[in-house]
């Protein structure tokens, strides 16, 4: 059966109860449009009265998208959707979205990545995929980057604390 159109804000009076995934009772769904998408199903009522995938963008749990390229902001990684059939399509996996810092590497060395190689942001910074950003590791090499590096912005925050301290305890020589 082919749900049917119904404009926003309109509600069916249809209502059904599902089993809950425990077994232990069941639970109430409404068929309804949803205020954000326009599209009619099943949904749980819940006090905003829209479906789950608007609710949960309305929650922050959201991508921002720009064409093929999104910007993940749980992760602050950028993916790009590749299909099997386009080069280095096979590095997206079933869900066909690869992470654009590994794309790089791989078009730079000509050849997919292993799942054992790591590409590492030199600065940090998880959207600057430039070439001379990013390192490729080894799995294990790889936590013994990241934490040289911390421990060097610790040594130079300790360093200019130092200097600072020194300065205030400097005598007056007048």
Not at 138 to 166: C, G, M, N, V
Request: proline share 5%.
């Amino acid at each position: 059966m082919l749900p049917f159109v119904l404009s926003v804000g309109e509600f069916l009076s249809k209502v059904r109860y599902v089993k809950r995934i425990d077994g232990h009772g069941t639970r109430k769904q409404i068929w309804t449009v949803c205020p954000d998408c326009s599209l009619a199903r099943w949904v749980y009522p819940n006090r905003s009265g829209v479906c789950r995938p608007c609710s949960a963008r309305r929650k922050g749990k959201t991508q921002r998208v720009y064409g093929k390229r999104i910007v993940d902001n749980s992760t602050g990684y950028v993916r790009i959707r590749l299909f099997p059939d386009e080069p280095f399509g096979a590095m997206g996996g079933s869900n066909h979205w690869v992470l654009e810092h590994r794309l790089v590497m791989a078009k730079h060395l000509e050849r997919e990545l292993l799942a054992s190689e790591i590409v590492h942001h030199l600065n940090g910074v998880r959207v600057d995929n430039r070439l001379e950003n990013l390192a490729l590791t080894k799995l294990k090499e790889h936590p013994h980057h990241t934490f040289t590096k911390a421990q060097a912005a610790r040594i130079k925050e300790l360093e200019d604390e130092l200097s600072a301290l020194r300065e205030r305890c400097k005598p007056n020589t007048l």
